[in-house]
């Protein structure tokens, strides 16, 4: 298990500062309890990316296009969220005194990382999470985390509280965020990533990035690393993106073009050349995986997305060894993935050249099996009309939990 080194004694005695404060700020709250809810909103908060994307931009339209509701984006960055702006939706900057009111207030409260720690959550209000990621390659939560100070793991439970309920893009999922974060109320509904909806249904996205950058009729190469740490540019440094371009062509024919999109939490990784171009900037992953002809990744869950499209796919992963030792680690599924693995460019050329992909398809549909995936392409719908139950039925009083929600 990989362990993340202890906070240096400074930084300890800040947190615990922090803590108190923390603490103190939250009781303080249970005075205003004799606030009312509104009934109808329902607040999104994402903590970690920028811009209107992901699981929550897919359930805030469906719920829009229902009616009816008030819907509020809580980010860090307003910024980049005109999108949503201009949708209806009310956009407010993360920790301020308006997205405390609007939180506090909200019947529904939506995250795709973790709850705003800073407020309680009232006793009438339903806290789901939407993630940002259908299954776990590489190790999250208390997996990769050493606590030799009690308090620190405290403080790290009252960062990840435990949601009234969680989507979940398959069964080992569920299981593994329990473990990885001690959760033990969590309800899990087995609907699959509403993001990931557009993969199954993808006729009116088909060519859109392509037209967007300017790549009509060329095939398209993927390189999307995920976020280390240290050296957030070691894996894009070792690679040949000329290279790549010039592998698609020998292989398959025609013109190739690669596409490198940094993780969301990297900032500097920008990358420059003749047969590359730098998608880090466009908004929906998605849409970018459905005009991609073959994926390279490491350790990212956008492998597991990309997967059901059937496409080819090849793990780049020159650090692994580092990685499992420095970083977060593997967990058993991304130990043990379907697709070709490469740790050197060498390696990752000779399988561009001379892998048999179409093999690869039905040892993709085991791991799915293996894994328990809940994408069918209707999460969506079947998340949002799960919110308006749980505000209707709770309203009511009764609570009778499907047969596709569970509490693994």
Not at 88 to 98: C, D, E, L, M, S
Not at 279 to 299: C, F, K, P
């Amino acid at each position: 298990m990989t362990k993340i080194e202890s906070q240096c004694p400074a930084r300890r005695m800040k947190e615990r500062v922090k803590y108190i404060l923390n603490r103190l700020f939250r009781s303080s709250q249970r005075l205003l309890e004799f606030v009312p809810y509104k009934e109808n909103r329902v607040c999104c908060i994402t903590c970690t990316r920028k811009g209107y994307v992901d699981n929550l931009r897919a359930v805030s339209q469906e719920l829009l296009r229902k009616g009816g509701m008030e819907i509020i984006w809580i980010t860090k960055y307003p910024e980049t969220c005109v999108t949503a702006s201009d949708r209806g939706i009310k956009v407010v900057r993360y920790h301020t005194a308006k997205h405390f009111y609007l939180q506090f207030t909200a019947r529904i409260i939506l995250s795709d990382d973790s709850l705003y720690h800073g407020l309680i959550k009232r006793k009438e209000q339903i806290y789901l999470n939407v993630w940002h990621g259908g299954i776990n390659y590489k190790q999250l939560g208390k997996e990769g985390i050493s606590f030799e100070d009690p308090l620190m793991e405290k403080i790290f439970e009252r960062r990840n509280p435990s949601p009234d309920y969680m989507i979940a893009g398959s069964r080992f999922f569920a299981e593994n965020m329990k473990a990885a974060f001690g959760f033990d109320r969590t309800v899990f509904l087995e609907s699959g990533l509403p993001r990931n909806d557009i993969l199954f249904h993808d006729t009116r996205f088909r060519g859109k990035v392509k037209r967007f950058y300017g790549i009509c009729g060329k095939n398209v190469i993927l390189y999307a690393p995920t976020f280390r740490e240290e050296h957030d540019m070691l894996a894009a440094g070792g690679v040949d993106f000329g290279k790549l371009a010039e592998a698609g062509h020998r292989r398959y024919g025609g013109e190739w073009v690669v596409l490198y999109r940094a993780h969301y939490f990297v900032q500097e990784a920008i990358v420059c050349g003749r047969n590359v171009i730098d998608v880090s900037g466009y908004d929906n992953m998605q849409e970018i995986l459905i005009d991609t002809d073959l994926l390279i990744s490491d350790y990212s869950s956008c492998m597991w997305d990309y997967s059901f499209l059937y496409r080819p796919i090849i793990v780049y992963a020159p650090d692994e060894e580092r990685y499992c030792r420095k970083e977060r680690g593997l967990t058993a599924a991304g130990r043990n993935m379907p697709y070709p693995k490469a740790a050197c460019m060498e390696e990752l050329l000779a399988i561009m050249e001379n892998h048999d992909f179409t093999a690869d398809v039905e040892r993709i549909k085991a791991h799915h099996r293996e894994m328990g995936a809940f994408d069918t392409g209707c999460a969506t719908k079947y998340v949002t009309d799960f919110i308006l139950s749980k505000m209707r039925v709770d309203e009511e009083g009764t609570d009778e939990e499907s047969d596709h929600i569970r509490n693994f």
